[in-house]
């Protein structure tokens, strides 16, 4: 199994950054892909941005240019920054990551979630 745990999110002003992490742990062979998603209320959980294990990165056209995904591998941690933060970036922030386990098949997992709130 794989255990995530996120940390980071919180209450900013609009133009403001934060940064949020996930840290994947347990029996984990390869992490393939590391990303996060958002949902706000009354929304669908969409993906913002996602990276894979050869370093290549997705985000949505939304926060382009904004938001930076980064990953560790030798602490099997993703990374978002977030920077020029909007209202419209206000979500519960999750972390989905596709991982093999040892002596098991691919399988994706998802952190508890976090709440970004951008308000004045």
């Known amino acids: 199994q794989v255990q995530l745990v996120e940390s980071g999110g919180g209450l900013v002003q609009p133009g403001g950054s934060l940064r949020l992490s996930c840290a994947a742990s347990?029996?984990?062979?390869?992490?393939?892909?590391m990303g996060w998603y958002r949902q706000a209320p009354g929304k669908q959980r969409e993906l913002v941005a996602v990276?894979?294990?050869?370093?290549?990165?997705n985000y949505v056209d939304s926060v382009k240019g904004r938001f930076t995904i980064s990953r560790d591998n030798a602490k099997n941690t993703v990374y978002l920054q977030m920077n020029r933060l909007l209202p419209e970036d206000t979500a519960v922030y999750y972390c989905?990551?596709?991982?093999?386990?040892?002596?098991?098949?691919?399988?994706?997992?998802w952190g508890q979630g976090t709440q970004v709130t951008v308000s004045s």
């Open positions: 989905n990551v596709g991982a093999t386990v040892v002596a098991g098949s691919l399988g994706f997992y």
């Open positions: 347990g029996s984990i062979f390869s992490i393939y892909a």
């Open positions: 990276i894979l294990s050869g370093g290549s990165t």
